[in-house]
């Protein structure tokens, strides 16, 4: 109790009893949420093999052991599976919170269960930050600005999301673990910085995963027709993922900027071009095939990421083709296939 308290600092430092020192820290101790995931696991990578002591946690609801095995001997690396839905304690000095579905498949499967993992999970991680004084990185995302009238985006723009969509959960979740973050460090101090990502995509993407670039590659190399939704024109700019990873660990190292930084690449491509450069890289005999739109879908997205690359030095170096090609081995190798069968 307080009195306690008074008493212990009324002693003189001979007569104080002996204390344990506490330990002193030799490493960065890293917690990375959501890292068996397909960012997650590539940013795990790149901490453990800085020196920092990682733990990645994860409840493998689209995460997969295979994606940090290579990890699992190492000795600043450790697994823990838990659902950031649920408080934990540990003692970590920096916070990456990518914990969330990011798949449209995947996050409209269980639409409660995503925007819970979205607020209540970055309700605890901020709450674990808080305790220990660590640094908090929230991974938000290009959908907070949702089917955007401002085009390309920057980070002051507000968006113009649908709040009772299918993408609700998703979109409504990463605004509102953005409300929460900026909350914390305004009522309490807490140290935080935020980054928006831009659509990614490289290797160890869920073979399930359903987005477009990942569906692509695996229908080409399968030779099934690349399924276009809607009628194709809509656009999306593609990320390698090395380039986001650089661009994580440039905010979270910044002692100056909280954010929010757009993390993309400017470069932009309709469905239909995707689908071209796809049919050149992979397999050029893959066909397209027409599908209905899901409903709700941004009709452009395009990064302004002039604040990222002045403030930060950060910007892309990956360009579309060239990632693509990074992708496919990877892909061949769990999809087991040897070479393209063509007919
Ligand atoms: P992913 O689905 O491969 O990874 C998400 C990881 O979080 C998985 O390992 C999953 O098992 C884990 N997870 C999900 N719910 C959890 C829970 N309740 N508790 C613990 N772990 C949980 O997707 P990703 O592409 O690697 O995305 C990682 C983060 O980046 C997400 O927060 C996502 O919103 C964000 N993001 C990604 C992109 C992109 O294009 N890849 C774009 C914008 C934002
Ligand atoms: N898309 C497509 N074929 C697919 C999957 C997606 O044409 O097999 C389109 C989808 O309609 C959207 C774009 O590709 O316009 C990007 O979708 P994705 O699910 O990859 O990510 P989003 O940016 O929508 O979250």
Redesign the pocket.
């Known amino acids: 109790g307080p009195s306690k308290r008074k008493g212990g600092s009324e002693m003189t430092g001979e007569e104080r009893p002996a204390i344990k020192a506490k330990p002193r820290v030799e490493k960065n101790r890293v917690l990375v949420?959501?890292g068996?995931?397909?960012?997650?696991s590539h940013l795990c990578d790149y901490l453990v093999a800085r020196g920092d002591h990682v733990i990645c946690?994860?409840?493998?609801?689209?995460?997969s052991k295979d994606n940090i095995a290579h990890l699992l001997d190492k000795e600043n690396f450790e697994l823990i599976r838990?659902?950031?839905?649920e408080p934990i304690l540990l003692e970590v000095d920096q916070i990456f919170h990518?914990?969330?579905?990011?798949?449209p498949v995947?996050y409209k499967y269980n639409p409660i269960k995503t925007i819970k993992?979205s607020f209540i999970?970055t309700m605890n991680m901020l709450g674990l930050a808080k305790r220990c004084r660590a640094r908090f990185l929230i991974?938000?995302?290009?959908?907070v600005y949702g089917d955007p009238l401002q085009h390309p985006q920057t980070e002051e723009y507000w968006g113009n999301v649908n709040p009772i969509g299918e993408r609700s959960c998703y979109d409504e979740g990463?605004r509102a673990a953005e409300c929460l973050t900026m909350d914390y460090h305004r009522e309490h101090g807490q140290e935080v910085r935020i980054v928006r990502?831009?659509?990614?995509y490289g290797p160890r993407m869920?073979l399930d995963d359903g987005r477009v670039v990942s569906n692509f590659v695996s229908q080409a190399l399968k030779n099934e027709p690349l399924t276009l939704f809607g009628d194709g024109k809509q656009t999306r700019s593609f990320q390698y993922v090395s380039d986001l990873v650089e661009g994580m660990v440039s905010v979270m190292d910044n002692d100056e900027h909280i954010g929010p930084f757009n993390i993309g690449n400017p470069g932009e491509f309709t469905m239909i071009e995707l689908a071209e450069m796809v049919k050149k890289v992979v397999n050029p005999s893959a066909e397209l095939m027409w599908m209905e739109n899901t409903a709700d879908d941004p009709s452009r997205r395009r990064p302004d990421i002039t604040k990222a690359k002045t403030l930060l030095g950060w910007e892309p170096k990956i360009p579309l083709r060239e990632g693509l090609l990074k992708m496919v081995d990877d892909f061949k190798r769990r999809l087991k296939i040897d070479e393209i069968t063509s007919t």
């Open positions: 949420t959501g068996a995931g397909f960012v997650g946690m994860d409840n493998f609801f689209t995460g838990h659902d950031v839905v990518l914990a969330c579905p990011a798949s995947h993992t999970g991974s938000s995302t290009s959908e990463k990502i831009f659509n990614t869920a």
